[in-house]
């Protein structure tokens, strides 16, 4: 019987490797012109992709010429790729501003942004169901380097594949004569790099990750299996920013701040989490992320259980001086309500004779969108009834259009 299905497999196998395009991206930044030269090229047997159709704000992305049929239509362009492939070119300005500061800047020496910057997300139509098959280039000026989230790129690379049809690059990059460390940590491929000559501490940083990151995956079971850190100083903003398999902070942001919180674990658990949340509940997404950034320091005996105390008593502090709801997006002080609402589920969870907040967490942050309904049904499932925490405080602190 298995002898006469072998060639059926075989055959279904071969189908199935033909079902793709061959998608290759590339980017060259000069920085005397203050732009990166990107373009895609698609490789195909006969119109697999007939077109895509991507985000192009105006005079962020411009200049696109190419193969095929070109149209810009407003803050988006539609590609019509030709049945044989074709190439499209455009430029890409790098800067981007937040405020006074940047969240994506080059100068002569390195640039930091985000790959999804250089390659924008698009929707596209493909003659049956086939799905991309991309590869990366990088190129720069003499002696530069490039670290992504998916390694060094001296060479062309190939993207791992995800659930998407279309995989494009994303994620935090750090290209340019780099500072570069480099650790394996909980099973994961760790990089910190950033501009050479910076006082960028990746030293501590490294050990920071050394006692938390443990206790992070553990909460995060899918955390990453490469993860990249972009420091960099003045003038890029002072926070940090978090993105796939990626993350951005600030040279001089506190590893850990006075009020015993850390926002480089605050986006870690950002990173770590599989899904984005459905529209309306980033209250859930920042609260949680606060929560554990304090607690992953408590866990890992970085922080003490007085100063977990104490922090969790300066959030309830905040949220009750300012009067905060449970809002979308979140403010400092609606995150920090958020904060005191998982404590205190925590709580009840644990009076239950359960591991905490984590029975919730874990399958909430590493399954399917996040969201409200979830939220419930999970704490339900496990306490065998509602959450007295959850109808409480959802009925006192969240706006009831949210809650529609």
């Not at 790099?193 to 920071?208: C, I, K, T, V, Y």
Request: with cysteine; hydrophobic share 35%.
């Amino acid at each position: 019987m298995l002898t006469r299905l072998l060639p059926l497999l075989l055959c279904c196998t071969l189908a199935h490797a033909a079902d793709t395009f061959d998608i290759h991206y590339h980017a060259n930044f000069l920085p005397e012109q203050g732009f990166a030269a990107a373009s895609m090229t698609v490789k195909q047997d006969g119109g697999e992709l007939e077109w895509l159709d991507f985000s192009a704000p105006i005079g962020r992305n411009f200049d696109f010429e190419g193969d095929g049929e070109i149209t810009r239509n407003g803050e988006r362009v539609l590609w019509r790729v030709p049945k044989a492939g074709g190439r499209l070119d455009y430029r890409v300005r790098v800067d981007r501003q937040r405020g006074e500061r940047f969240d994506a800047r080059m100068t002569d020496d390195w640039a930091i942004m985000r790959l999804d910057h250089l390659f924008p997300s698009a929707r596209m139509s493909t003659r049956e169901r086939e799905v991309s098959r991309p590869t990366l280039s990088l190129a720069g000026p003499k002696g530069w380097s490039f670290e992504t989230r998916y390694g060094s790129v001296s060479e062309t690379i190939s993207l791992p594949p995800t659930d998407r049809r279309l995989i494009r690059p994303t994620g935090w990059m750090a290209a340019g004569e780099l500072g570069i460390r480099r650790d394996r940590i909980a099973g994961r491929r760790v990089v910190i790099a950033g501009p050479l000559n910076e006082r960028l501490r990746s030293q501590d940083f490294m050990a920071l990750l050394r006692w938390n990151l443990p206790e992070l995956v553990k909460l995060l079971p899918h955390f990453p299996e490469r993860l990249l850190i972009v420091n960099a100083g003045d003038p890029m903003w002072r926070g940090g920013l978090s993105g796939p398999g990626s993350l951005y902070l600030h040279a001089e942001r506190p590893l850990i701040s006075g009020d015993g919180t850390s926002t480089p674990i605050h986006e870690l658990v950002h990173v770590g989490t599989v899904n984005e949340a459905v529209p309306g509940n980033d209250w859930i997404v920042e609260g949680l992320a606060e929560y554990y950034s304090i607690e992953i320091l408590r866990r890992s005996r970085t922080i003490s259980q007085s100063r977990f105390n104490r922090t969790m008593r300066g959030k309830e502090e905040r949220a009750n001086r300012d009067k905060a709801m449970l809002t979308s997006p979140s403010s400092g002080a609606s995150t920090a309500r958020a904060v005191t609402l998982f404590r205190d589920l925590d709580r009840e969870l644990k009076r239950a004779d359960l591991e905490g907040l984590d029975v919730v967490a874990t399958p909430l942050l590493d399954g399917p969108p996040l969201s409200l309904d979830r939220l419930r049904d999970l704490s339900e499932k496990a306490l065998g009834r509602p959450s007295k925490v959850l109808t409480e405080g959802l009925e006192r602190y969240l706006a009831s259009s949210e809650d529609d």
